[in-house]
């Protein structure tokens, strides 16, 4: 087994908006480790001056989350530049099964890094925060996966829309901050920060851990989604998502074919 042919087979993948096969069904000795290098590889093939790479993601860092794709794990996955909706209007016709979650992300002025890492750390670093559509599309038939499939499938990441607006890390209370996501009007689903290990600044401190033992950093510049904060909702062609952020603000997706 070769990581960088299992590279290419999920970069495909991802360009073609084709499902694929479970890694580990033909691999089944595949560990977790070697998924986030085909995780890594995958990505670094996509990037170019265009599609940069922008940050990171947290993902499966709510009960919810972890009990909805039966994985009790939080795992990371890599953001670039072409993932960003620069307008709320998301295009499904290349997407394979999207689902949609409410989150927050951070923008970083200071890089972090490193093995031991606190809250207090984290603050003093953040920029900004905002809010956050993320919209997933695992590769894999059926939306199911091991704890390695979706590591190596980046997280399952396609797309992301931010809010206009950005908020002082001290704007609020990131932990009670509650979301309501309604779908066509009809609500879905509810939750508050808390929801993701209990503070959503905990999802950095463990983001931060988890890159350093492959060297790496959240950057200056980086943005960083905390990972969601209810489960996820299936989307298709017509559909208007909006996530109702209370005194925050609200977030509206337009989804066309
Ligand atoms: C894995 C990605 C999880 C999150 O916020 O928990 C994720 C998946 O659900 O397919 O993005
Ligand atoms: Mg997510």
Same mark, same amino acid.
């Given at each position: 087994?070769?990581?960088?042919?299992?590279?290419?087979?999920?970069?495909?993948?991802?360009?073609?908006?084709?499902?694929?096969?479970?890694? %580990?069904?033909?691999?089944?000795?595949? %560990?977790?480790?070697?998924?986030?290098?085909?995780?890594?590889?995958?990505?670094?093939?996509?990037?170019?001056?265009?599609? &940069?790479?922008?940050?990171?993601?947290?993902?499966?860092?709510?009960?919810?989350?972890?009990?909805?794709?039966?994985?009790?794990?939080?795992?990371?996955?890599?953001?670039?530049?072409?993932?960003?909706?620069?307008?709320?209007?998301?295009?499904?016709?290349?997407?394979?099964?999207? &689902?949609? /979650?409410?989150?927050?992300?951070?923008?970083? +002025?200071? /890089?972090?890094?490193?093995?031991?890492? %606190?809250?207090?750390?984290?603050?003093?670093?953040?920029?900004?925060?905002?809010?956050?559509?993320?919209?997933?599309?695992?590769? $894999?038939?059926?939306?199911?996966?091991?704890?390695?499939?979706?590591?190596?499938?980046?997280?399952?990441?396609?797309?992301?829309?931010?809010?206009?607006?950005? $908020?002082?890390? $001290?704007?609020?209370?990131?932990?009670?901050?509650?979301?309501?996501?309604?779908?066509?009007?009809?609500?879905?689903?509810?939750? &508050?920060?808390?929801?993701?290990?209990?503070?959503?600044?905990?999802?950095?401190? /463990?983001?931060?851990?988890?890159?350093? &033992?492959?060297?790496?950093?959240?950057?200056? #510049?980086?943005?960083?989604?905390?990972?969601?904060?209810?489960?996820?909702?299936?989307?298709?062609?017509?559909?208007?998502?909006?996530?109702?952020? #209370?005194?925050? #603000? +609200?977030? %509206?997706?337009?989804?066309?074919?």
């Amino acid at each position: 087994m070769k990581l960088d042919q299992l590279a290419k087979r999920v970069a495909e993948s991802q360009k073609n908006g084709c499902e694929m096969d479970k890694l %580990t069904i033909s691999n089944p000795e595949l %560990t977790v480790n070697q998924a986030y290098e085909i995780q890594k590889l995958s990505i670094n093939e996509t990037l170019t001056d265009d599609n &940069r790479f922008i940050g990171w993601k947290m993902g499966l860092t709510s009960k919810a989350k972890q009990q909805q794709v039966g994985v009790e794990e939080a795992i990371y996955g890599r953001l670039t530049s072409d993932m960003e909706l620069t307008k709320p209007v998301l295009k499904v016709g290349e997407l394979i099964h999207p &689902r949609v /979650e409410p989150e927050f992300a951070f923008l970083f +002025k200071d /890089e972090l890094k490193g093995a031991n890492i %606190t809250a207090k750390d984290v603050w003093p670093a953040v920029e900004c925060v905002f809010l956050a559509l993320e919209v997933i599309d695992s590769r $894999y038939k059926n939306f199911s996966f091991t704890l390695t499939d979706v590591v190596a499938d980046n997280a399952s990441s396609a797309k992301i829309l931010l809010s206009n607006q950005a $908020y002082s890390p $001290y704007h609020t209370d990131w932990a009670q901050a509650e979301v309501t996501l309604y779908q066509n009007g009809e609500m879905q689903k509810r939750g &508050r920060g808390e929801a993701v290990l209990d503070h959503p600044i905990h999802s950095i401190v /463990e983001l931060v851990k988890m890159i350093n &033992r492959e060297g790496l950093s959240i950057q200056a #510049g980086m943005i960083v989604l905390v990972g969601g904060i209810t489960d996820a909702v299936s989307i298709q062609a017509s559909d208007e998502i909006m996530a109702d952020y #209370g005194e925050l #603000g +609200k977030l %509206t997706l337009h989804v066309i074919e």
